[in-house]
């Protein structure tokens, strides 16, 4: 199994950044990694999907050019990296991770999540 605890999150103004990290322990080799959020009054939604490699990404196109996912797999810990924010990005966080399988973007096909954090971007 994968524990996994976000951070990073907070108040941003628009054009600003934040670096969110998702640091997972138990067992964590071959695992995928994603990042969903989740609007208020709104579905959680795939943001973007890395492979346990690290040499596969996938983004969702709303934060394409903007987000980068990576991973340090001796840390045991994905990242986020968001420029450019717009007041749309506004959300929960979570973090998710699957075995062996490659990117997802339906949740359901991931096993393990984090408790999520929040990111707020003031237009």
């Known amino acids: 199994q994968v524990q996994l605890v976000e951070s990073g999150g907070g108040l941003v103004q628009a054009g600003g950044s934040l670096r969110l990290s998702c640091a997972a322990s138990?067992?964590?080799?071959?695992?995928?990694m994603a990042w969903f959020r989740q609007a208020p009054g709104k579905e959680r939604e795939f943001v973007a999907g890395i492979k346990w490699s690290g040499g596969t990404t996938i983004y969702a196109d709303s934060v394409k050019g903007r987000f980068t996912i990576s991973r340090d797999n001796a840390k045991n810990t994905a990242y986020l990296q968001m420029n450019s924010l717009k007041a749309e990005d506004t959300a929960v966080y979570y973090c998710?991770?699957?075995?062996?399988?490659?990117?997802?973007?339906?949740?359901?096909?991931?096993?393990?999540w984090g408790q999520g954090t929040q990111v707020t971007v003031s237009s």
């Open positions: 998710a991770a699957r075995y062996y399988y490659g990117i997802s973007s339906a949740e359901r096909n991931y096993d393990y």
């Open positions: 138990g067992r964590t080799f071959s695992t995928t």
